[in-house]
C-alpha cells in the first residue's frame, strides 16, 4: 500500500508543474475626459510578430459594435467563443476600467504585447489604442494611449 501512495505522490508532483502554469494580472485601463457616450474596449494578447492570440476583456454589452474595435475584431474573427465570460459594461469619459485575468506564465518577458483598441459611439476608433510589452519590467507602469485611453497598468 506504501508504494502505491507513493507512486501517486510522485505522479502528482510531476504533473503538477505541467499543467498550464498561470497567474492572476490586473489591468487598469484609465480614460481620458472626452465628450460622448462611454467606451467600447478590448484589451488582447498579441504575439512577437503582433498577430492577435487570446482576448482578456471586451467592455461594452452591444456585439454588433465589436467591429469597431477594428485590430481585434479581425484577430477574434468576432466569434463569441472569443468573448463569452470576458466582457462588461462600457466604460465613462474620465473613468477606470479594472479587470483581473489569468495570464499564462509562459506570455510573460517572451516578447507578446498587451494591446487595447478603443471606440467611442459618433467618435473615432482607436485601433492599438495602447501598445505595451508584458515584461515582469513594465508592471506597475502605465504605459500612455493615444486615443480614448489615457494609460494602461498592468500588475502581475
Do not use: H
Amino acid at each position: 500500500m506504501n508504494k502505491f501512495v507513493l507512486s501517486l505522490c510522485l505522479a502528482g508532483a510531476i504533473a503538477l508543474p505541467g499543467l498550464g502554469q498561470a497567474r492572476p494580472v490586473t489591468l487598469t485601463t484609465q480614460l481620458k475626459s472626452y465628450g460622448g457616450d462611454g467606451a467600447y474596449l478590448a484589451i488582447y494578447v498579441t504575439d512577437t510578430k503582433g498577430v492577435y492570440k487570446k482576448t482578456l476583456w471586451v467592455s461594452g454589452k452591444k456585439a454588433k459594435y465589436y467591429k469597431n474595435l477594428r485590430d481585434w475584431a479581425r484577430g477574434s474573427g468576432l466569434k463569441a467563443s472569443e468573448y463569452d465570460g470576458v466582457s462588461g459594461a462600457s466604460v465613462g469619459s474620465g473613468r477606470v476600467l479594472k479587470v483581473t485575468v489569468d495570464l499564462a506564465d509562459a506570455l510573460i518577458d517572451a516578447g507578446y504585447e498587451i494591446r487595447v483598441d478603443s471606440a467611442v459611439e459618433d467618435g473615432r476608433d482607436n485601433p492599438a489604442d495602447v501598445r505595451t510589452p508584458l515584461t515582469t519590467a513594465g508592471a506597475g507602469k502605465p504605459a500612455a494611449g493615444r486615443g480614448y485611453v489615457k494609460s494602461l497598468t498592468y500588475s502581475l
